[in-house]
């Protein structure tokens, strides 16, 4: 019995020690310790050691939040990267989706497009490290990427190519406003947010006859009072039918907005056409 005290005694003070030193690397020291001492032990302390070392192996896996990426890139479009064989969604920022335009006095201009040329710009054939935050909901790993030391989330916002995405983080949000301020990149003309974009875009996916249902049993989308820079009229005409005007539209400026949208895709899922021009 003194001799099992002992032993125990023993063997809780390793325990303590490896406990002790989790914090640190994992290295292959405590694997041999382990072996030498669960030979020692009795069965219920060994299973305890067991349980210790597999808590420890999961704890020295890597993690989608603790990896890290590097390698040249390839841009997928303007917040989206394939960087050493995996996708990556650039953390804190939202920019133009691949097709989505902003508007220039009614002309639409190609602002998905520019904002992935943009990021394609800044990294040249620089390689990128890549530092994990998560996964997102479509299994790309959320990362912020580095040009050596140059943040690549923050030189995108602080050209104007990418918004500061609050709903995850405002890391990026006194860079955007110096850009908004300053009319770079994509606000020195009107847009819909990417956010907003998508939304449109999914709504507009619903059969075409349910919209006009869907959009006549709630609020309009957008209030009477135009909101940033959301510039497409939507208007009720006399004969019932739902009409939307676009700026530089010959009664553009005569057209008394009932609702605001900042895309046609938006208009469009609420159940409004375009302005027939003849």
């Known amino acids: 019995m003194e001799r099992f005290a002992s032993e125990h005694r023993k063997t809780t003070r390793f325990l303590g020690s490896i406990v002790s030193d989790l914090s640190a690397c994992f290295s292959e020291r405590y694997f041999i310790r382990f072996l030498v001492e669960s030979s020692r032990t009795p069965k219920p302390m060994a299973f305890m050691l067991a349980a210790l070392l597999a808590a420890i192996s999961a704890a020295a896996a890597p993690s989608a939040q603790a990896q890290a990426l590097q390698g040249p890139a390839r841009v997928i479009d303007g917040d989206s990267l394939a960087v050493a064989g995996m996708q990556v969604r650039i953390f804190g920022i939202d920019a133009p989706e691949g097709d989505q335009p902003c508007f220039d006095n009614g002309a639409t201009v190609p602002c998905g497009q520019m904002a992935k040329d943009a990021l394609a710009s800044l990294i040249g054939t620089s390689p990128l490290t890549c530092l994990g935050k998560g996964t997102d909901a479509y299994g790309r790993m959320v990362a912020v990427c580095r040009i050596g030391t140059a943040d690549l989330g923050q030189a995108l916002v ?119 021009v003849r």
């Not at 709903?167 to 990026?172: A, E, G, R, T």
């Not at 530089?248 to 895309?263: D, I, K, L, N, Q």
């Open 158 to 276: 602080e050209a104007g190519w990418a918004m500061a995405f609050r709903k995850y983080s405002d890391d990026y949000v006194a860079a955007e406003a110096r850009a908004r301020a300053s009319k770079s990149g994509m606000w020195q003309w009107d847009f819909a947010t990417p956010e907003a974009y998508r939304m449109a875009k999914q709504a507009a996916q619903s059969p075409q006859r349910d919209r006009r249902a869907q959009a006549r049993a709630a609020p309009a989308p957008r209030s009477a009072a135009r909101q940033g820079p959301c510039v497409i009229k939507g208007n009720h005409s006399r004969r019932g039918a739902w009409i939307y005007h676009l700026p530089g539209m010959p009664y553009y400026e005569a057209t008394r907005p009932e609702a605001w949208f900042c895309s046609e895709e938006e208009a469009q899922a609420a159940g409004y056409r375009r302005a027939i």
